[in-house]
């Protein structure tokens, strides 16, 4: 399949916001999480990005910073992978894992965080990025 990753806009957080919900992604609900969509959208601190097959968005994640004094450099976290119901959930991670880790090392971090996926069949994937058991969290180390 052939997939486009982009930076979300303010006009895909409804979108989005649907993926993520439908996907398990989302804990804070629907309402707070599009406040909080709409505000990363446009914060340097945080990556937010679409997935696109055929112009229709069927995958959305977003990273987030936060700084780290023990890490001595932001860490990143990705807050929510998602995908669309019907589409390959493994084939969209795979894609936005990706991104996500490739702006985590462009943004200068050297580790990124991650809650345990919420579909365990994709842990498979998560893995193949780096991603490894860390207790309640997965971590992955990045080369800068």
């Not at 977003?62 to 998602?82: C, E, M, T």
């Not at 084939?91 to 365990?120: F, H, I, Q």
Request: aromatic content about 2%; glycine content about 10%; charged content about 20%.
């Amino acid at each position: 399949m052939d997939y486009q990753v982009r930076v979300a806009r303010i006009t895909d957080v409804d979108r989005m916001v649907a993926i993520l919900d439908g996907s398990g992604a989302l804990g804070a609900g629907p309402g707070a999480a599009a406040d909080q969509l709409r505000q990363l959208v446009s914060l340097p601190q945080a990556s937010v990005l679409v997935v696109e097959s055929h112009r229709r968005i069927i995958g959305a994640g977003v990273l987030s910073l936060r700084p780290s004094a023990a890490a001595g450099a932001n860490v990143g976290v990705v807050d929510a992978v998602g995908a669309d119901e019907g589409s390959d959930a493994a084939g969209v991670a795979d894609v936005l894992l990706t991104e996500l880790l490739r702006s985590a090392r462009n943004k200068g971090c050297r580790t990124v965080e991650a809650a345990l996926p919420a579909d365990p069949r994709l842990l498979a994937t998560w893995t193949r990025h780096g991603f490894r058991d860390a207790g309640p969290r997965m971590t992955c180390v990045i080369a800068i």
